[in-house]
């Protein structure tokens, strides 16, 4: 499975990271996080914040190697960058969908059937709506805010319907574990001066 | 395949978990378990003691401590595997069932990914993860339908 390892500024693809050695790393970063949080929401923005910084960087570096001349500077163009050039970086594939909302024109939502963030967490029914993919959602916020396109990016789990994504093996084909019940959704919501902007640049 | 009952004991006796593993496993009430884990935590332990034969270090050749790896009874097999750490893995079948041993290793491995691996477990404590109950069914379901191959 593919991740970021840290070899300057030019590395060859392929540098692979065990699942298990990141699990194990996340799962302290977790626990440490709700050692000192009194609540279930401030978890969520420690581990969001926890993600951020990761996000600043990783919008530069993933611009740096995937040779980009220009920067982005609409609203479409940056989400497709974060739901496949940034998704391939970190994660080794492409975002499973991007969608956008039907009900609000400044929400979006970038859907992963297998966030390698919860693959062997059990929220327990006391912690209810928390999802341990909020350090995702503050690497997606990171790369939108330092991109100029600032967002609030919250993390939800869904539940998959029947066929609605169908793994050939009928389970996870790394970790050999039956497939999940949920997806991980990513809100984003852009704020009021984005949507203005891009709006303007339309005409 | 008749698959009746897991349970897993942590290194101080109590129990972590227990799940019937088939229909015609037979219902057991809460304390009787734990009474049965703490027990068999025991027995394990004395047997390496009253074993004629004693192994170097008193471990088998996993690095686990030495105790009861299998009974075999009327009605019932009984097979254990003990990690390194002192948890032990238990499973009791109808006779006949073939691969305890690897389903009792893929358990293990089942438990050090969905248990050990899951921020909100604590060590020691009883197991509530849903990824691991889930994991167990479904692999007694692909082991019964003959669908499991060990890795």
């Known amino acids: 499975m593919q991740h970021y390892v840290n070899r300057g500024g030019s590395s060859s693809e392929g540098s692979a990271v065990s ?10 970063l977790v626990q440490y996080h709700q050692g000192r949080a009194a609540s279930i929401s401030e978890l969520e923005r420690r581990l969001e914040s926890a993600g951020y910084g990761v996000g600043l960087k990783v919008l530069e570096l993933v611009a740096y190697r995937t040779k980009e001349t220009k ?25 499973d969908s991007l969608e956008r909302s039907i009900d609000h024109a400044d929400e979006f939502m970038i859907v992963d059937y297998e966030p390698i963030t919860s693959t062997f967490v059990s929220v327990p029914p006391d912690l209810g709506q928390l999802s341990a993919d909020a350090y995702v959602s503050g690497i997606i916020a990171g790369v939108l805010d330092g991109a100029g396109f600032s967002a609030r990016v919250t993390a939800h789990s869904v539940n998959v319907e029947e066929g609605e994504y169908a793994k050939p093996q009928g389970g996870n084909v790394v970790t050999g574990l039956p497939a999940r019940k949920d997806k991980a959704v ?4 852009f704020s009021q001066e984005v949507l203005a902007r891009d709006a303007a640049l339309e005409r | 395949m008749g698959f009746l009952h897991l349970f897993i004991v942590n290194k101080s006796g109590g129990l972590i978990l227990h799940r019937p593993l088939g229909q015609s496993a037979p219902r057991i009430g809460t304390n009787e378990w734990l009474r049965i884990g703490s027990t068999f935590h025991s027995l394990h332990a004395i047997a390496a003691e009253a074993s004629p034969v004693k192994l170097p270090g008193n471990k088998n050749s996993a690095g686990a401590d030495d105790g009861i790896e299998e009974i075999r009874g009327g009605g019932l097999i009984l097979k254990c595997l003990q990690t390194r750490t002192g948890v032990k893995f238990v499973i009791t079948a109808e006779p006949g069932t073939s691969d305890l041993d690897a389903v009792l290793r893929e358990i293990y491995v089942l438990y050090s ?9 604590e060590l020691e404590m009883p197991i509530r993860c849903e990824l691991f109950t889930n994991a167990i069914d479904n692999l007694i379901e692909k082991v019964e339908s003959g669908g499991f191959k060990t890795r």
């Open chain 1, 19 to 28: 699942l298990s050695a990141f699990a194990y790393v996340y799962s302290e």
């Open chain 1, 71 to 95: 920067r982005e500077t609409r609203l479409m163009s940056i989400l497709h960058f974060v739901s496949s050039s940034v998704w391939k970086a970190l994660f080794g594939k492409s975002a």
């Open chain 1, 186 to 189: 990513f809100l984003v919501k």
């Open chain 2, 113 to 121: 990914d969905c248990a050990l691996k899951d921020p909100f477990y």
